[in-house]
């Protein structure tokens, strides 16, 4: 949030329009009408020819937004916006400059509340997932089954590309119902199952919103940590290649316990098995993986787009810990590896690293368990060292076969 500029009154008035553009409360309309400035898009101006205040369209790109208000600041500005301004609306990009004291906001019916509405069902439960000018594979990180969901589409982000999607996830058996112009004399309200809708030619107005329900064996993406390894992109044999296996990677996670709006640092990411999940289970928080291996660094890419953490898992091309300084300082770090700098980096990492943070860190050399324990000293530091074993074939027969050891410290940075 930008506090730089002191906004002087009266405060911004932001009003939501609903499926009836014109149909606005006393209190929204008295704000109109006494506006000497009102900006909105074409079709919300075009719903008031009465008003006589200037008139200007929403800039675009919409960054330019914040240089329009500030010209006309002390002004009285009427912004008109979409449905509720505050649910996935303009109401993000203006408090980032203006506290809000200095906003007013007067909500309408939102489109995802009139698409249920029109279906007859209550929508509580639903998942709101915005894939308006995001990436479509940012769907990915929400899908689960038998779940009912609200998508915010845009002209890429299709109802068919949607479909497609769900085919590839192994939930091609999903119903999709479509809203498109939504109070509008063109409204149209239909319903698709995914496998059908996916390679169709249907045609749909850009100005749409999207209503599904997941069904099908799905069996793709992961609904509960714990990631098989042999989905991970490696280019190994599947299972195989740099990736801490499913057993070690879940416990490291619970000993780095990640919570909302957290920074977190995975050093020496490798292939991206810990970053990903740490992605994954914690939207909102903010993961960055930092690897120097440009073969590891593409396979984590790879990993990225597959489980659909692109928003929140950022990838750092180079070597620590000089690749780390340009990073924020975090509350959670996990040093996977180290390239023979173990000492130097654990010193980097705990002066950088948050008060109240954790530091976890692997070993499975001699050399790296003796500065592990060198680093913790006195501390009171957690260990923990597993040993796994899992079954495969020889001969016909069962056999466990045993992975390396690997040791884990814990320690808490206080307060």
Not at 130 to 156: C, I, V
């Amino acid at each position: 949030m930008s506090m730089a500029f002191d906004w002087p009154s009266p405060p911004v008035q932001v009003i939501g329009m609903g499926m009836e553009p014109g149909a606005l409360g006393p209190a929204a309309r008295a704000v109109l009408a006494q506006a000497e400035l009102v900006i909105g898009a074409a079709a919300h101006l075009a719903a008031f020819p009465e008003l006589t205040a200037e008139q200007r369209p929403y800039p675009s790109p919409m960054s330019g937004l914040w240089d329009l208000l500030r010209a006309n600041a002390g002004r009285r500005i009427a912004l008109l916006a979409s449905g509720d301004p505050l649910f996935f609306g303009i109401g993000n990009t203006l408090l980032r400059h203006l506290p809000p004291e200095h906003l007013t906001f007067h909500p309408h019916v939102s489109s995802i509340q009139a698409a249920f509405a029109r279906l007859g069902r209550p929508w509580p439960q639903a998942q709101c997932v915005s894939l308006h000018g995001r990436p479509l594979a940012s769907l990915r990180a929400a899908l689960q089954g038998n779940r009912l969901y609200a998508l915010l589409t845009d002209r890429d982000n299709s109802p068919a590309a949607i479909a497609r999607i769900l085919v590839e996830t192994g939930f091609g058996e999903s119903d999709l119902w479509v809203a498109e112009e939504l109070g509008a004399p063109t409204e149209r309200f239909r319903h698709f199952r995914a496998v059908e809708l996916a390679n169709a030619a249907t045609e749909f107005s850009p100005l749409n919103v999207v209503i599904l329900e997941t069904r099908g064996p799905g069996g793709v993406l992961p609904e509960f940590p714990g990631i098989p390894d042999a989905w991970f992109s490696t280019g190994a044999e599947p299972g195989k290649g740099l990736l801490s296996k499913r057993e070690v990677r879940l416990t490291i996670l619970s000993l780095l316990a990640p919570r909302a709006g957290e920074i977190g640092w995975d050093v020496g990411a490798g292939c991206g098995g810990v970053a990903v999940e740490w992605a994954r289970w914690n939207p909102y928080g903010e993961v960055h993986a930092v690897e120097c291996h440009p073969e590891r660094l593409e396979h984590l890419g790879v990993n990225r787009e597959r489980f659909g953490v692109g928003a929140n898992l950022q990838l750092v091309a180079g070597r620590a810990p000089a690749a780390l300084a340009a990073l924020p300082d975090p509350h959670a770090v996990f040093i996977g590896g180290s390239s023979g700098s173990l000492c130097e980096l654990l010193d980097v990492v705990w002066t950088r690293l948050q008060p109240g943070g954790r530091l976890v860190a692997s070993a499975v050399t001699e050399d790296s368990r003796v500065e592990l324990h060198a680093f913790a000293g006195d501390r009171a530091a957690e260990w923990t060292e597993l040993s796994i074993a899992r079954g495969e074939s020889l001969a016909g027969q069962r056999i466990m076969r045993p992975y390396l050891p690997v040791l884990l410290m814990k320690l808490d940075k206080s307060e």
